[in-house]
């Protein structure tokens, strides 16, 4: 089997033969994320079987790392439940939890997956039992997750959330652009004109934080306060060319298995002088306040804390400066550079 997650940035493939099974995690391009066994379907040999993994087939646990070192019958029905984030996956056989492969899971450092039928840790397979305690909260929220985004009105119903928060930050709404383009994660693009006396417009997303970044847990203690985001940017000008932005980034943390988060920079994609801020300017660095811009705090959605992040334009020798540390640059960024544009 192989099913693709809903942002189409991972994909789960189940290869099997009638001697083992194992489940991969891909990208796109076919790199392999994750990797765990599944099932021996014959007796287990005593250690690793070498001449089959240098041949490229499905690995066999040894003896000691199988709960059936007889063998156990070709897998049942399968399905998939992917994370919220998309980065990692469970699978299911007749609806008992077969393999979980995390977003934390890396080949390159021995770190496969989790498997029912595994005993202890091998590069093939990790215990699922003694994971059991820490995935099972995590495996109930991706189910309600998805079971509520499926349901009618569940998008409606968000998007009047947020808007109505940034209604009581901000101002009232002028236009709204769709950034998704038919794709997961749902983004749309809010103006607020100028108003509460500020001569500039401000825009924000609205649908990012709806769903948690991928990877933010593998490099942050407390993924709760980090993992929901929308962006925001303030212009004097045509608002329409700062709504670009949007639609380069919007998306970018789930299709690309990322995460953005303050004092994080961008480099424009495209030709410097189409950069929508000004061909001053290469890219953008990524800060949560900012003096001189609103407070967009105070919205909470899945029991986490949303941050907004000001997309703040900064130089091609400015985003070369950050890459030893962004705190370099504070000093010299102020909320003019978006308010007044320069």
């Not at 076919?30 to 041949?55: C, E, F, K, Q």
Request: charged share 20%.
């Amino acid at each position: 089997m192989s099913d693709v997650n809903p942002y189409g940035s991972r994909t789960l493939v189940v290869e099997r033969d009638e001697i083992s099974s194992v489940a991969y995690l891909c990208a796109p391009e076919g790199t392999v994320h994750g990797a765990v066994w599944l099932a021996n379907h014959v007796p287990a040999p005593p250690t690793i079987d070498l001449n089959r993994l240098n041949s490229g087939l499905p690995p066999v646990a040894p003896r000691a790392n199988t709960r059936h070192p007889s063998g156990r019958p070709p897998l049942g029905t399968l399905r998939s439940l992917w994370f919220e984030e998309g980065d990692g996956v469970a699978l299911y056989e007749n609806d008992e939890l077969l393999a979980v492969i995390p977003g934390w899971a890396d080949m390159t450092r021995a770190m496969p997956g989790y498997a029912r039928d595994a005993i202890g840790e091998t590069p093939f397979a990790w215990s699922l039992e003694e994971a059991g305690e820490g995935l099972s909260p995590r495996l109930a929220k991706a189910r309600a997750y998805w079971e509520w985004r499926g349901g009618d009105g569940a998008w409606a119903s968000f998007q009047q959330f947020v808007m109505g928060h940034l209604d009581r930050a901000v101002g009232s709404a002028g236009r709204f652009w769709d950034a998704g383009g038919g794709r997961l994660p749902t983004v749309g693009i809010t103006e607020r004109p100028p108003e509460r006396g500020r001569p500039y417009t401000i825009l924000s997303t609205v649908g990012m934080s709806c769903q948690r970044m991928p990877t933010v847990e593998q490099y942050i203690d407390r993924p709760d306060a980090y993992a929901r985001v929308e962006l925001a940017v303030a212009t004097p000008r045509d608002p329409r060319d700062a709504a670009r932005l949007f639609m380069w980034l919007g998306q970018y943390p789930w299709h690309s298995v990322t995460w953005l988060g303050h004092g994080h920079t961008a480099r424009w994609y495209h030709r410097p002088e189409t950069f929508p801020l000004g061909s001053a300017y290469s890219g953008v660095i990524m800060l949560a306040g900012l003096s001189g811009l609103p407070d967009l705090s105070g919205f909470t959605f899945g029991g986490d804390a949303v941050q907004w992040l000001w997309l703040v334009p900064v130089t091609a020798d400015e985003l070369q400066e950050a890459a030893d540390g962004y705190e370099v640059l504070l000093p010299r960024l102020s909320a003019d550079r978006l308010t007044r544009g320069t």
